[in-house]
């Protein structure tokens, strides 16, 4: 329309050259020029997006891809627990932004997809030639033969973080077995000093310590059990069960940690109240900034049979990964597909400066670390298996069950025997 306009001033500029420069052409120009950008702005297409991920590389990785596409952003980060619970009611009523993150799992994955809510991305990532960039089996292809996701994360895993500087000032070192393991929270104790941060209020950090503490009891022992070639009541579960019993009755974690928010643990943890802090790698650059040269690594103890590099546990697996979707009803259903993929590839170069391994190719060059972040990036290249978490593993209504029965056994209400035997019930009758 404003084409138009345009070419009719131009056409007439002949008859009125001389009224426009007596009554101030030169302003009359500039009040066209500024309603064109006026115009253009108005007409810029936007795209609303919902993070949960606190890294503040998101933001900025989302506000250079929505610069370089000439899209207006509308940025919204959210709280982790609280986006569950607003995404869920989103979802529900079709509400959704026009990109979301969605988290890693079989239980947060499948209700996304049954919504019926997100928009296949095959045509943009083919008609756009930025599919090509991502490496082999990085793209989740469902059933119906369509790709409706593009990674948010590289596979992160749990680490035993520790405070250097307590841990000094404890006599101690970082543990290496099970034995060190005890002796530490007995010194911690001793000094008044929290051993273990945990935040139990969502459940999800005291389920992947168990699901450590029986990979190394034995790597296979999940992976046997949830295919019906073992039981859940077979001596690697019951033996890291008992284990959980024991760091709660040795006071390994804050008091009352059952209703700490994962937050309140963190911040436990960060300020020096906590000699121990277990979590994803995914925190390495918030800790490091929060912490600096008193943030410790190790992979997780051998408290068990097995080798600590034998295995660790996974936020995700390569069926359900942290993932970007995208609104079928988006307003700009185009520009946000092709918003996803660029942020996605954009957010990839970011792994890979960081010296981590990415999801897909990049030009990028890996950058100096810290030391910490640099021992756990050669670590995880030497661990012979990652064991996707449980609950990722699992149907959303039996991966709810499954985290309560495992806050049960925290909580002291369950032996380690009686859980088990829940355990068995619970996860062979959905299999």
């Given at each position: 329309m404003f084409g138009k306009k345009f070419g009719v001033v131009a056409a007439s500029a002949a008859l009125v050259s001389v009224v426009l420069t007596s009554c101030g052409g030169a302003e009359a120009n500039n009040g066209g020029t500024q309603g064109q950008e006026a115009a253009a702005?108005?007409?810029?297409?936007?795209?609303?997006?919902?993070?949960?991920?606190?890294?503040p590389m998101?933001?900025?990785?989302?506000?250079?891809?929505?610069?370089?596409?000439?899209?207006?952003?509308?940025?919204?980060?959210?709280?982790d627990e609280t986006y569950k619970t607003k995404l869920s009611v989103a979802l529900a009523a079709n509400e959704l932004p026009d990109v979301f993150q969605q988290h890693a799992g079989k239980s947060y994955r499948t209700p996304v997809l049954q919504s019926k809510t997100v928009a296949p991305l095959n045509d943009t990532l083919d008609s756009t030639g930025l599919g090509a960039q991502f490496?082999?089996?990085?793209?989740?292809?469902?059933?119906?033969?369509?790709?409706?996701?593009?990674?948010?994360?590289?596979?992160?895993?749990?680490?035993?973080?520790?405070?250097?500087?307590?841990?000094?000032?404890?006599?101690?070192?970082?543990?290496?077995?099970?034995?060190?393991?005890?002796?530490?929270?007995?010194?911690?104790?001793?000094?008044?000093?929290?051993?273990?941060?945990?935040?139990?209020k969502e459940r999800w950090q005291a389920d992947l310590l168990y699901n450590m503490l029986?990979?190394?009891?034995?790597?296979?022992?999940?992976?046997?059990?949830?295919?019906?070639?073992?039981?859940?009541?077979?001596?690697?579960?019951v033996e890291a069960a008992n284990k959980v019993t024991t760091l709660v009755n040795s006071n390994a974690f804050q008091k009352g940690f059952l209703g700490s928010a994962y937050l309140d643990a963190q911040e436990l943890f960060k300020n020096d109240k906590a000699a121990?802090?277990?979590?994803?790698?995914?925190?390495?650059?918030?800790?490091?900034?929060?912490?600096?040269?008193?943030?410790g690594y190790i992979a997780f103890p051998k408290t068990g049979a097995e080798d600590v590099l034998s295995a660790t546990i996974g936020f995700q697996n390569a069926e359900a990964p942290y993932s970007l979707f995208v609104n079928n009803s988006s307003a700009n259903v185009d520009e946000s597909k092709e918003f996803a993929i660029r942020l996605s590839l954009k957010l990839n170069d970011e792994f890979v400066r960081k010296g981590l391994p990415g999801y897909a190719k990049s030009e990028v060059k890996s950058e100096s670390q810290n030391k910490e972040l640099s021992a756990y990036a050669a670590d995880i290249k030497k661990t012979a298996k990652t064991q996707a978490m449980w609950f990722g593993l699992l149907s959303a209504d039996v991966g709810q069950e499954y985290r309560d029965l495992t806050?049960?056994?925290?909580?002291?209400?369950?032996?380690?025997?009686?859980?088990?035997?829940?355990?068995?019930?619970?996860?062979?009758?959905?299999k």
């Open positions: 702005a108005d007409s810029k297409k936007s795209v609303t997006l919902w993070i949960f991920d606190a890294d998101y933001q900025s990785a989302a506000e250079a891809t929505a610069a370089e596409m000439g899209v207006e952003l509308k940025y919204e980060y959210i709280q490496l082999d089996n990085q793209l989740v292809t469902e059933k119906d033969g369509n790709i409706y996701s593009v990674p948010s994360n590289i596979s992160t895993t749990l680490v035993l973080y520790y405070n250097k500087k307590l841990i000094s000032e404890l006599g101690a070192a970082a543990p290496a077995t099970w034995d060190d393991l005890q002796a530490l929270i007995k010194a911690a104790n001793d000094k008044g000093v929290i051993p273990i941060a945990l935040g139990g029986v990979a190394r009891e034995d790597v296979n022992a999940f992976d046997e059990a949830i295919n019906g070639k073992a039981k859940f009541t077979d001596a690697p579960f121990m802090w277990i979590d994803g790698s995914f925190n390495f650059s918030s800790l490091s900034k929060a912490m600096g040269d008193n943030l806050q049960a056994l925290y909580g002291g209400q369950l032996t380690a025997g009686e859980f088990t035997a829940q355990l068995e019930t619970l996860l062979h009758a959905a």
